[in-house]
């Protein structure tokens, strides 16, 4: 009985030798696809990924600027039907909106702020935290159109680089205030246009304080507070 029982217990389990060795083939090659998947993921490829799932991710649809033989002209980009004006797009006040009234087709550049701009110790301050961003780059923080960008534009010796403007010359401290706003908003030769980057009131804020930066750079004496001319030092 022993001899029995042993023999059933330890006896090697019968396994056929071509399984053996196709199991041998097959285990390894069944993390072929795991090795792909996780290398697929993992590793950046030009082309997108396979998706499977697509939820809304791809739908037919018209992009900006094609075709679409539905309508006349074709174009699947309708214009606004002629005399609507988007919200907040009304710019009846057109020295706010221009920097003057338009005559003939042209900009008429007003001298003074337009009647909804307050100018105030905050709305300078504004035009400050503004000219900073946008304008100190080129034109310097003082405005003498010595920025970083110019800096390293003489570095290079780049021959197409024009020196931005030094806004202290008499010429610059002359110009109407609707010059300045029209410069802002749509650039004049080699200086691009802020339109798109810096709002409508910022922009005249930005005006004020080039106006400040002006005023600081050729200041007299009486221009400085009665009470705060003694704080003064004599030169
Ligand atoms: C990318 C650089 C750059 C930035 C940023 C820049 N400017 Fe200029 N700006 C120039 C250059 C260059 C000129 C000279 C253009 C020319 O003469 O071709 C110029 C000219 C001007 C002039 C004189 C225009 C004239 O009538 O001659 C004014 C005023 C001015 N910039 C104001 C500003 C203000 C305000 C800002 C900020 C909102 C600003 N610029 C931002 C490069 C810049």
């Known amino acids: 009985m022993w001899n029995a029982l042993r023999t059933n217990v330890i006896r090697k389990p019968n396994i056929p030798k071509w399984l053996i060795a196709a199991m041998a083939i097959m285990i390894p090659l069944s993390w072929v696809p795991l090795a792909l998947i996780a290398y697929y993921r993992t590793v950046p490829h030009r082309k997108p990924r396979i998706h499977f799932f697509q939820d809304m991710d791809n739908q037919v649809k018209y992009k900006a600027q094609a075709a679409?033989?539905?309508?006349?002209?074709?174009?699947a980009m309708r214009p606004p039907i002629e005399g609507t004006i988007a919200r907040g797009r009304l710019m009846a006040d057109e020295h706010l909106e221009h920097g003057g009234p338009i005559v003939e087709g042209k900009v008429q550049?007003?001298?003074?702020?337009?009647?909804?701009?307050?100018?105030?110790?905050?709305?300078?301050?504004?035009?400050?935290?503004?000219?900073?961003?946008?304008?100190?780059?080129?034109?310097?923080?003082a405005g003498y159109g010595d920025g970083m960008v110019h800096q390293r534009a003489v570095q290079l010796e780049s021959s197409a680089w024009v020196q931005p403007t030094n806004l202290h010359t008499d010429d610059l401290r002359g110009r109407k205030l609707g010059d300045l706003y029209g410069t802002i908003k749509w650039g004049r030769r080699t200086m691009p246009g802020y339109a798109s980057?810096?709002?409508?009131?910022?922009?005249?804020?930005?005006?004020?304080?080039?106006k400040a930066l002006q005023l600081s750079q050729n200041a007299v004496a009486a221009d400085v507070p009665e009470d705060m001319r003694p704080r003064l030092r004599q030169e």
């Not at 980057?197 to 080039?210: F, G, H, M």
């Open 197 to 210: 980057k810096i709002p409508t009131d910022d922009r005249w804020a930005i005006v004020a304080y080039v």
């Open 109 to 141: 550049w007003a001298d003074g702020y337009p009647a909804t701009i307050k100018v105030d110790e905050a709305f300078i301050l504004r035009g400050q935290e503004r000219y900073n961003i946008y304008c100190t780059p080129c034109h310097g923080a």
């Open 68 to 75: 679409n033989t539905l309508f006349a002209d074709g174009r």
